[in-house]
């Protein structure tokens, strides 16, 4: 396949490297992607995108009555408060969330998920969790607990060489 083709034509050009470590990012970034495109499949169907549900998710996750700042929510997201604003702006206007004034704060706002938003969120997490199940069917247990245990070491290096 394509990744086995950039390889071979790197070892070609560049025998004089180790691409080991590119070799298993490429696998990784494939990974994501094939991931990602089925991911977005399952919410299609509700109309909401991986962003959105992200919003109506950290919102479910709170439980009854959360209701959370647009700067709370981008935090979580990790993208710019503008982001999150537009983000939420499809998410009012689908009825799956709605704005009120922040009682602690005039000028805020605060956000939290309609009856609409809630059956949304907890439809779609359902069908993502079958959805990402399926995507590691193919292990066994044990597999996936050293997958695990693997993925966690390489993210625990990152976080400690983050600024």
């Known amino acids: 396949g394509l990744l086995d ?18 070799a298993t990012m490429l696998r990784a970034n494939q990974l994501m992607t094939a991931a ?30 959360t209701a959370l700042s647009p700067t709370a929510l981008a935090r979580v997201a990790m993208i710019s408060p503008a982001g999150m604003t537009n983000r939420l702006d499809r998410l009012e206007a689908a009825g799956l969330i709605e ?40 292990l066994s247990p044990a597999e996936h607990r050293r997958l695990d245990a693997t993925l966690d070491k390489l993210i625990d290096r990152l976080d400690d060489e983050r600024p």
Do not use: C, K, Y
């Not at 950290?58 to 439980?63: N, Q, T």
């Open 5 to 22: 083709e950039t390889l071979a034509s790197w070892e070609r050009e560049r025998p004089d490297l180790d691409l080991r470590a590119m």
């Open 36 to 65: 990602l495109r089925a991911i977005e499949a399952v919410f299609a169907p509700h109309g909401i995108t991986l962003g959105e549900f992200d919003v109506l998710a950290a919102l479910r996750r709170g439980g009854e009555g």
């Open 99 to 138: 704005r009120r004034p922040d009682p602690a704060d005039r000028r805020g706002t605060l956000v939290q998920l309609t009856n609409l938003g809630r059956t949304t969120a907890d439809r779609a997490v359902e069908e993502l969790v079958t959805a990402e199940t399926a995507l590691f069917a193919d």
